[in-house]
């Protein structure tokens, strides 16, 4: 079926400084999405993508976090500078229909700050 | 805050029996439910879905009981078989806007 890429699956940085996940989804999808997951416990929503705009974006979507598609190239999460409770899985999605169209998940980036 | 919540949190059952996952929710304004499955080392993907207009929606082996005045659903699992083990996710999403939150999951074990 369809994929969605995730690039790194895994990177290791000091506090302070920055990272950028890469989002590679599903070529004809309109609608995308990141969520964070701490280990062991749930996925959770920071922020939708549409049309070249942030829809909803949650609590834990801070000022350093920003989002963009540059030119329908990859989706891309920045967070600028990172800190300690930014380590998680970071998983992108990417959805034809929205809400009620299925959302292809990648596979996560790992993300380690130290 | 958990908006979406699911129980149990593990469940094992044996081969042909069924399996039952529970979720339940606090926004009144969900009004969209859709399930995902995530296997082993694999992304989650979507399983089945159901509006409120309906309190039941079929998939084959796969069905969602929906109790809007309760804001609970489940997810039955009839005649379960080995290839069901898997971690199931409850979503949900609100009228008129675009984000979807996710339960913890349920980790599903079918015994052969």
């Known amino acids: 079926g369809p994929k969605v890429l995730q690039i790194p699956s895994h990177q290791i940085i000091d506090m302070g400084q920055m990272v950028t996940l890469n989002c590679d989804p599903v070529?004809?999808?309109?609608?995308f999405y990141w969520y964070k997951q701490i280990l062991g416990q749930q996925m959770e929503f920071l922020v939708n993508f549409y049309n070249g705009k942030v829809m909803e974006k949650s609590k834990l979507f801070k000022d350093q976090f920003s989002v963009e598609r540059p030119d329908g190239s990859y989706f891309t999460l920045k967070i600028q500078p990172t800190a300690l409770e930014d380590s998680a899985v970071y998983f992108c999605?990417?959805?034809?229909?929205?809400?009620?169209?299925?959302?292809?998940f990648g596979e996560g980036s790992k993300l380690t700050v130290l | 805050q958990q908006q979406v919540r699911q129980s149990p949190q593990s469940l094992t059952v044996w081969e042909g029996e069924t399996a039952i996952l529970n979720c339940s929710y606090e926004?009144?304004?969900?009004?969209?439910f859709p399930w995902y499955w995530q296997f082993p080392r694999e992304s989650p993907a979507l399983l089945i879905a159901?509006?409120?207009?309906?309190n039941k929606k079929e998939d084959g082996r796969f069905t969602i009981f929906f109790n809007k005045r309760e804001k609970k659903l489940s997810l039955h699992i009839t005649d379960s078989q080995p290839g069901d083990s898997a971690t199931y996710f409850c979503?949900?999403?609100?009228?008129?806007?675009?984000?979807?939150?996710f339960g913890a999951g349920t980790k599903l074990t079918i015994k052969p």
């Open positions: 070529s004809n999808h309109l609608y």
């Open positions: 999605a990417s959805s034809l229909g929205g809400r009620t169209g299925q959302l292809y």
């Open positions: 926004d009144s304004t969900f009004d969209y």
């Open positions: 159901i509006r409120p207009v309906s």
């Open positions: 979503a949900a999403s609100p009228y008129g806007n675009e984000k979807i939150t």
